[in-house]
């Protein structure tokens, strides 16, 4: 056990993204295999105080060890089909932060096929009448324009048309089979699996917005729309009368503070690379898994709360 988790209290709350059999980093770092995810729970579970959602609300939480909170964000299919059943066989609570995108025409994340389409798509493609070329950036294939500019920074800010467009545009550049065959990486809940985990009382579901947009640069009405049209559906599909919200990418503005206060959503997450000092008070911080690392090295992180 490392000594940094021997006299380590309060609280941490960890946030996870997908979880895949083989080759987590094929196409990205967001994602931990499943043998690992197993065995960084294990050890959570043997040395700190795992709590809940509503322990949390509740501040129902040890005074002499760790207390971890296990989150995930996006909503993927592969947390059903991995996460939920080892959590339970454990008796291991978390919050399932999802986006509604699932109910949509186009239900994929733009991330996840922006990573995935370098890797079999063609060596140069035209999005919006701008050439991208396929590029090895450290582990994975990536676009990028003749400025260097990766195609998912261009495109982060982007309106929600215009990042359709660009979805649309680059499904068609692979073959069926290229996606058939790694739907573990993109593929999200239905509303029947979100139910099933919503009852479940080790679980609770948190919006993760709508379509996983950069809440920061909206106007109030795609706000509105964002926040309150997800958190509405999730409702009606889980019956929880709370539902907590996760910025997408850890980003907010204090317009969309202004939002959630409106609308009576008071328990917010955020991320601890972007969380402003004076927001500390209201929004949650959450810690990153580092997918790369021992599950040993990430208790030792986890216990000092950054890394080093």
């Known amino acids: ?13 960890l946030v996870f993204h997908g979880i895949t059999v083989d080759d987590p980093h094929k196409f990205n770092s967001r994602f931990i295999s499943k ?19 509503t322990d949390l609300l ?18 993927y299919k592969n947390n059903f089909d991995y996460a939920f059943p080892f959590l339970v066989k454990h008796n291991v609570p978390a919050i399932f932060f999802v986006t509604t995108r699932h109910t ?15 890797v079999y798509g063609k060596e140069k493609v035209l999005v919006n009448n701008e050439e991208f070329y396929r590029k090895k950036i450290f582990l994975n294939y990536r ?4 400025s260097n500019e990766q195609l998912a ?17 680059l499904w068609t550049t692979n073959s069926s089979a290229a996606y058939k065959s790694n739907t573990c990486f993109f593929e999200l809940m239905t509303d029947s699996m979100i139910k099933t985990l919503s009852e479940n009382k080790l679980f609770t579901i948190g919006s993760h917005t709508k379509n996983h947009l950069s809440l920061a640069t909206l106007n109030r009405d795609e706000l509105e729309e964002e926040i309150i049209d997800s958190i509405n559906h999730l409702k009606h599909v889980t019956g929880q009368t709370e539902i907590p919200f996760a910025f997408p990418y850890g980003e907010y503005s204090e317009e969309v503070l202004n939002v959630c206060l ?11 690379l972007l969380l402003n000092e004076s927001h ?29």
């Not at 982060?156 to 649309?168: D, F, Q």
């Open 104 to 118: 949509s025409q186009l239900h994929y994340l733009f991330n996840d096929i922006v990573d995935i389409s370098p």
């Open 1 to 13: 056990m490392p000594k940094s988790i021997k006299n380590q209290k309060g609280l941490r709350i």
């Open 35 to 53: 043998q690992l995810f197993e065995q960084l729970v294990l050890l959570l579970k043997q040395h700190c105080n795992l709590i809940s959602f």
């Open 58 to 75: 509740e501040k129902n939480i040890s005074s002499s060890k760790l207390n971890v909170l296990i989150t995930f964000d996006d909503g």
């Open 143 to 146: 676009y990028v324009n003749k």
């Open 153 to 169: 920074k261009k495109y982060h800010h982007a309106r929600l048309k215009s990042r359709n467009g660009v979805l649309e545009q």
């Open 262 to 272: 409106k609308h009576q959503i008071k328990n917010l997450f955020g991320t601890e």
């Open 280 to 308: 500390k008070n209201v929004i949650e911080n959450r810690f990153q898994i580092n997918p790369f690392i021992t599950p040993i090295l990430q208790l030792h992180y986890v216990a000092k709360g950054k890394y080093e």
